[in-house]
């Protein structure tokens, strides 16, 4: 059973912007480190951007620093993952988790293995 519900995603052209969302009414977010995640046909899932509890700690991919943005609501039970100057490679189905965290600033993690709870992934194609 999905227990964190994705939303946003879609078609848009080279340099163009979407912006994700991850929430759940099943648990309250705010002691969970969100990450988010993709995968491209034939390649592994890989770590996009993660951001920790309080929302004072984000991390990114190379590939994507300076152009995505983590942030999340915790009073909202909802993260975000806003995509700026979108690429072709950029390409792939977009997951959303999360992983407890013992400390509520606890540094966030983009080892995908690490996360407990998934979303049912959104697919992200950038073409002209």
């Known amino acids: 059973q999905t227990r964190l519900v994705q939303s946003g995603g879609g078609v848009v052209q080279p340099g163009g912007s979407l912006k994700l969302s991850c929430s759940t009414s099943?648990?309250?977010?705010?002691?969970?480190?969100i990450g988010w995640f993709r995968q491209a046909p034939g390649k592994e899932r890989e770590g996009v951007a993660c951001?920790?509890?309080?929302?004072?700690?984000?991390d990114y991919s190379p590939s994507v620093k300076g152009r995505f943005t983590i942030s999340r609501d915790n009073a909202n039970n909802t993260g975000y993952l806003q995509m700026n100057s979108l690429k072709p490679e950029d390409t792939a189905i977009y997951y959303c988790?999360?992983?407890?965290?013992?400390?509520?600033?606890?540094?966030?993690?983009?080892?995908?293995?690490?996360?407990?709870?998934w979303g049912q992934g959104t697919q992200v194609t950038v073409s002209s």
């Open positions: 988790a999360v992983l407890y965290s013992t400390t509520y600033n606890q540094a966030p993690s983009l080892r995908p293995w690490e996360y407990t709870y």
């Open positions: 099943k648990f309250a977010l705010d002691f969970y480190a």
């Open positions: 951001i920790s509890p309080s929302g004072d700690d984000t």
